[in-house]
């Protein structure tokens, strides 16, 4: 059998099980499996397969793992985020590329290095981790209530010193001490009744903890909006994630809040997708 034929039959392989970019999937597959560059695959295309036995069964077992609806970034490992590699298991959510819009945003209007971020229910810590590397903001402090998903995310972070804390939303953060510039949020928002709708790469093989924003989806929203103005410095901002059909939701959460400046920003695809806010610093309550 020839390399290209090794490929293909991956690909068949994937077909039949319905996944949809099977030809895709099968190459990152063959490329992570035996070590393929793009270029030595179209040299050895029809050359005589002679791969070395545990390539081949780690090919096999991928296949295998993708025919059963394992997301590929499982199988992989990574995914790619605002240009930079991100570490991935069952603990986190994979990095979704409508969460570049929430990083750019923020990118584009916070231009001062010297302010603190800090990203609530930071996963994989792509956000938090992207912002300190591409924003260079002075303090970036990333929570998480998961210690399984800090553990991805303090990897992830690598030689980037992001300060990680434990916690269930702002119960480890004292007012008035913990005090930021910007508080960014990619909260759990799927509405519960939704969850079981979806994809099962998604449904069964990522956290429902990163997904589950309860009945409405908008949970951790209200508690976003009636929290942060007592973590954020007087003029700072919030930029939120929402789902493409909460972004007037959102907004006007925030506003009844006393945000002001509030407005939402669309993704790539045009879909509503981040929610921002400025905090101007009130006596509140
Ligand atoms: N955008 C993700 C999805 O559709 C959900 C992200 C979230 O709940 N924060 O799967």
Redo the contacts with the bound molecule.
């Keep these: 059998m020839t390399w290209g034929e090794l490929l293909k039959q991956g690909q068949e392989r994937l077909k039949k099980a319905g996944i949809q970019e099977y030809e895709l999937d099968a190459w990152y597959l063959f490329e992570q499996a035996f070590s393929m560059s793009r270029a030595r695959y179209f040299l050895d295309a029809k050359e005589e397969a002679a791969p070395e036995a545990p390539a081949l069964k780690a090919y096999e077992n991928g296949l295998e793992r993708r025919s059963g609806r394992v997301p590929l970034q499982h199988i992989l490992g990574t995914q790619e985020f605002m240009g930079m590699e991100f570490f991935v298991n069952a603990h986190v959510?994979i990095p979704?590329q409508?969460?570049e819009t929430l990083v750019e945003t923020v990118l584009n209007e916070q231009k001062n290095r010297n302010i603190s971020v800090l990203d609530m229910?930071t996963g994989s810590g792509c956000i938090a981790v992207s912002l300190k590397a591409l924003g260079g903001y002075a303090r970036v402090a990333a929570a998480d209530i998961s210690s399984e998903a800090l553990e991805v995310a303090e990897k992830n972070a690598g030689t980037y010193p992001v300060e990680f804390r434990q916690s269930d939303m702002f119960a480890a953060f004292e007012p008035g001490r913990d005090m930021f510039d910007v508080i960014v949020s990619?909260?759990?928002?799927?509405p519960s009744e939704v969850i079981r709708g979806?994809e099962p790469e998604?449904r069964d093989h990522?956290p429902l903890g990163?997904?589950?924003?309860k009945e409405d989806g908008l949970y951790f929203y209200r508690i976003l909006a009636e929290q942060c103005g007592d973590f954020l410095n007087q003029g700072g901002s919030v930029y939120f994630?929402t789902?493409h059909d909460q972004g007037a939701a959102v907004k006007t959460l925030l506003e009844s809040h006393g945000f002001q400046d509030t407005k939402v920003i669309k993704d790539l695809a045009g879909m509503d997708r981040v929610v921002r806010g400025t905090w101007p610093g009130q006596i509140r309550k």
């Design positions: 959510l979704r409508d969460t229910c990619n909260p759990p928002y799927i979806l998604v990522e990163a997904l589950d924003g994630e789902g």
